[in-house]
Structure formats: structure tokens, C-alpha cells
């Protein structure tokens, strides 16, 4: 899953091979990135631009990470914040948390999961304001409209459930069964014949978004991006 092009990063990192690094990363995951490299450019960027999650490293020239969010949630911000540490200091976790940061990862750290920390820190924060992404086609949870590049497809309430399931469960294997339970209130029932019927719909409607529903035979489906 790829989160909308409204998911704006500030990291703030002064080693700038790291930096460097990090950013091409979160932009290969399609999320605009600012970076700079001390506590004041950081505080001050924190008071200029809208953004919606920040990557904070501990240890930086000028004011350190800490003073960045003790000032900012002194300013009443509820900007989710992922401090960065050097080394698995618990104190500095405890530290960082207390001064209000929302979560942290260890150096080194594995890119797939600072991206995982981060969507799910901006989901959490405002869940209105993530689309979920794959190939051409776009899924406005808030709205729940479904748009191929830009073009409203109709879904119904049913192929909506169970599309947005399968989205937010994308290059994943997932089961009828697991699809069913997603999708319907308690104690209605659906067949797994209709699970297949709602899914044959759907892949009529995105055929033209670069995705596909593959069918995982005896067990369920993926939806995964294709080529177009
Ligand atoms: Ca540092």
C-alpha cells in the first residue's frame, strides 16, 4: 500500500549520508520529505510549513531532539513524532516519550519498518486524511469514493468492503473466510460463493488501474500491482 501524495515528512538528521539516505527511501514510498540537519532548523520548520509526521534524531547540533518536542508540544502541536536513537538507550526512549514523542526506532533500522511506523502514525493521528494507493486507483475512506487515475468507479456497499480490505491487505494473501469476517456485521451471512462473485465484479470495475485480484486457489486472494 502506498499512502496519498498528502503525507508530508520533515526528518531531521545531521548526518547527512544518512539524511540522504532515509529520504530517497520515503520518497521512493511516494511521501514528500523535507530535511535539515539541526534542533533550530528543525523548530523552526516545525513553526513554518504543515506537516504530517516528523522523524527526529536525538543527538544533533544545536538544540537536540528532545528540546524539539518538549517545544513543540509547548505549542500545543499533536504532530506525530518518531524519535530516531543512537543506541537501545532505554533512558533515552523513557526521555523522548516523556517529552512527547509518539514512538522511536533504534539505529540501524530496517527501512521497510520506519515506512511501517510512519503510515501508521499518520493513520492513527488522522485517519481521514490517508488514501490508500495502489497502481492507478485510489480509495477516499472518508468519502468512500473509488477513483481510477482521477475517474469515479461505482462500488457497491458490499464490492466497497470488501475492495477496501483487500487495499489495506495489498501483496498480502488473504483468505475468503478472513474476507467475510471484514466485511459483514455480525451473524449476516454470506457465502463464499458470494465472496467470488463480489471479487469478479470488482476486477471488471479496476481492470484498467495496473492491478490485479490474483486468486489463490483453495484458500483466497491478492491484490497486487501489475503492469499496465
Ligand atoms: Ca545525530
Known amino acids: 500500500m502506498i499512502l496519498g501524495p498528502n503525507m508530508h515528512v520533515l526528518l531531521v538528521e545531521d548526518d547527512p549520508v ?15 520529505v523535507d530535511v535539515v540537519h539541526n534542533g533550530d532548523d528543525a523548530d523552526r520548520a516545525l513553526q513554518a510549513r504543515e506537516m504530517s509526521v516528523a522523524v527526529l534524531d536525538i543527538g544533533l547540533p ?12 509547548s505549542r500545543g502541536s499533536q504532530l506525530p513524532v518518531l524519535l530516531l536513537t543512537a543506541r537501545d538507550d532505554v533512558q533515552d526512549r523513557v526521555r523522548g516519550l516523556e517529552m512527547g514523542a509518539d514512538d522511536y526506532l533504534v ?22 486524511s490517508v488514501d490508500l494507493q495502489l497502481g492507478g486507483l485510489q480509495l477516499d475512506p472518508f468519502a468512500r469514493r473509488a477513483t481510477i487515475d482521477g475517474l469515479t468507479i461505482e462500488l457497491s456497499a458490499r ?25 459483514l456485521p ?38 497486487e500491482q501489475s503492469a499496465r
Open 107 to 128: 539505529k540501524p533500522f530496517a527501512a521497510p519498518e520506519l515506512v511501517a511506523r510512519l503510515k501508521a502514525l499518520v493513520r492513527r493521528s488522522n485517519p481521514r
Open 186 to 223: 455480525w451473524g449476516e451471512e454470506v457465502t463464499l460463493n458470494a465472496v467470488e462473485v463480489y471479487i469478479s465484479r470488482i476486477r471488471a470495475k479496476i481492470d484498467k488501474a495496473g492491478i490485479t485480484i490474483k486468486t489463490i486457489r483453495g484458500f483466497g486472494y491478492m491484490l
Open 62 to 73: 544545536g538544540i537536540d531532539g528532545f528540546e524539539v518536542v518538549r517545544r513543540l508540544r
Open 159 to 183: 464490492e466497497w468492503a470488501v475492495l477496501e480490505y483487500l487495499m489495506q491487505h495489498a501483496s498480502r494473501v488473504v483468505s475468503k473466510q478472513q474476507i467475510i469476517d471484514a466485511i
Open 18 to 32: 544518512l539524511a540522504d539516505g532515509i529520504a530517497r527511501i520515503l520518497r521512493g514510498h511516494g511521501m514528500v
